[in-house]
């Protein structure tokens, strides 16, 4: 089949071979911003799969004997190389995914960073030595890596989001499995060329491609695997912790957020919506710690919500390729449909459509930047994680009201709070139910921080000293 110029072919990655073809099933990589074909992609079967594992079991065998020391100088030589590809990666990113190339060159950039922390992270895996019961007797705790990881990751941030799991993965010094999107497979196979030519054993990465379930529910149930990884919807994170639960695994869940934004009466109301512009439609709205529903007080409401709408009709949507471009668009059909759902029931229930609402064109998946205001909670947009590019405000008029609004939904990734009062900062850092907030600032996801959510938002963290924990295990090693 004929690949699209700037794509790459694509293939199962297993045990350092490229695998397609051979009578897999296969499905197509479409184009987001004009629904043209971009490749055929590769179906792992049984067979395939069966294999991955084996060389994940024989990969870590072989990457837990490498030194700390080694194993670090091959990731920063892996974050050399894709710094070195960036025009390749970023391009790549931009033709599966649809996001403006600003944006797939800060993706590029970002991940080179976290594999270069990581890299340093396992070299500083450092254990305890304790005081022995008895003179001449010693007693230390090792953390040792736990096993071979299976790891799934969406189609959003399909760099920066399957390069941290490998990354963190390899700093440890497991071995791994990773399913990247069906939407979205060649950003994964490029960082999985760039390990192996900067010297990854082969079988310690290994990629899959394919249908979803059949692959989540055979890796994550294999006795081989010993950790599992997941960033997607809650429904699916729910359904992954259940088979993990049943072979007593360790898993990490990054899931579904909505994060709330909360504009009191004394923010810098310019500095705070040009932020917002910028993260609001951030690969058109479709990233989970997305700002989204925007509580902002009665005496600057007026002002901000009449801001906000003339910025966002500003903001201009087009072909990702285009440097001219700030949004792009939405990945799928599947983002169309909801965008309508959600701002359909929206204006039903009282909310009032200040800009966007509207498909644009009948080519590819375009969706205007759009503002609701006086948007009642009972409003779909206001309960459900939109996942584009939509931003649902509200008025509110005193602090404890406000963190009741924040924090009524299940779901705590992210949070946001724009206020010059000291005070009022530390009230929300400590009130707000978020694993990440962020005050004054939207940028809660830094390769040093720990990144992950609380209620049904997930457990366990990636990024920071905190990430790579879940990967290790600690042994406790006493001698008379």
Not at 281 to 306: H, K, L, M, W
Not at 333 to 360: C, E, F, P, Y
Not at 372 to 393: H, Q
Request: glycine share 10%; net charge negative.
């Amino acid at each position: 089949m004929t690949i699209a110029e700037g794509y790459t072919p694509l293939h199962l990655w297993i045990d350092g071979q490229k695998l397609s073809g051979g009578g897999r099933d296969a499905s197509l990589v479409l184009n987001p911003s004009t629904g043209d074909v971009l490749a055929e992609m590769p179906h792992a079967n049984g067979a395939d799969l069966a294999n991955a594992v084996g060389a994940a079991e024989r990969g870590f065998k072989t990457w837990r004997a490498v030194g700390a020391w080694d194993r670090a100088a091959i990731l920063r030589r892996a974050a050399e190389l894709v710094r070195q590809r960036a025009e390749l990666f970023a391009r790549v990113l931009t033709l599966e995914e649809g996001k403006p190339l600003f944006e797939s060159d800060w993706e590029v950039g970002a991940i080179a960073e976290i594999i270069e922390w990581q890299a340093e992270e396992g070299r500083r895996l450092y254990g305890r030595v304790l005081q022995p019961r008895t003179r001449h007797g010693s007693a230390q705790v090792l953390r040792e890596p736990v096993g071979p990881v299976a790891a799934f990751a969406p189609w959003n941030l399909p760099l920066f989001l399957t390069g941290r799991k490998i990354a963190t993965a390899l700093g440890a010094g497991c071995s791994v499995i990773i399913k990247p999107a069906e939407e979205t497979p060649a950003s994964c196979l490029l960082l999985a060329q760039a390990f192996a030519d900067a010297g990854l054993p082969a079988g310690v990465l290994n990629v899959v491609l394919g249908e979803p379930s059949m692959i989540s529910t055979y890796l994550v149930t294999s006795e081989v695997i010993r950790k599992v990884s997941f960033t997607g919807s809650t429904a699916v994170g729910k359904h992954l912790a259940r088979l993990a639960a049943d072979g007593v695994k360790r898993i990490t869940l990054e899931l579904g957020g909505h994060a709330p934004v909360i504009v009191c009466d004394d923010a810098d109301i310019d500095a705070t919506v040009a932020a917002s512009i910028f993260n609001k439609y951030f690969n058109a709205g479709q990233i989970c710690i997305s700002p989204t529903r925007f509580y902002v007080q009665d005496a600057v409401y007026p002002a901000f919500v009449e801001k906000l709408t003339a910025a966002t009709a500003a903001v201009t949507v087009g072909d990702g390729l285009d440097r001219n471009t700030q949004m792009g668009p939405l990945a799928n059909g599947r983002r169309m449909n909801a965008m309508h759902q959600h701002l359909s029931d929206a204006v039903k229930t009282g909310a009032k459509l200040r800009t966007g609402g509207a498909r644009i064109g009948q080519q590819g998946f375009y969706w205007q930047p759009t503002v609701l205001s006086d948007v009642p909670d009972s409003a779909l947009v206001m309960n459900e994680e939109p996942f584009g590019p939509v931003a649902a405000v509200a008025p509110f008029s005193t602090v404890d009201e406000v963190v009741e609004k924040a924090n009524r939904l299940p779901y705590g990734l992210a949070a946001y709070a724009f206020t010059r009062s000291a005070t009022r900062a530390a009230l929300f850092s400590d009130a707000l139910e978020s694993g990440l907030v962020g005050l004054n600032t939207f940028n809660v996801a830094p390769p040093e921080g720990p990144f992950g959510g609380v209620k049904q938002s997930g457990y366990g963290s990636e990024g920071g000293s905190e990430g790579i924990d879940s990967y290790l295990v600690p042994k406790f090693v006493t001698q008379l």
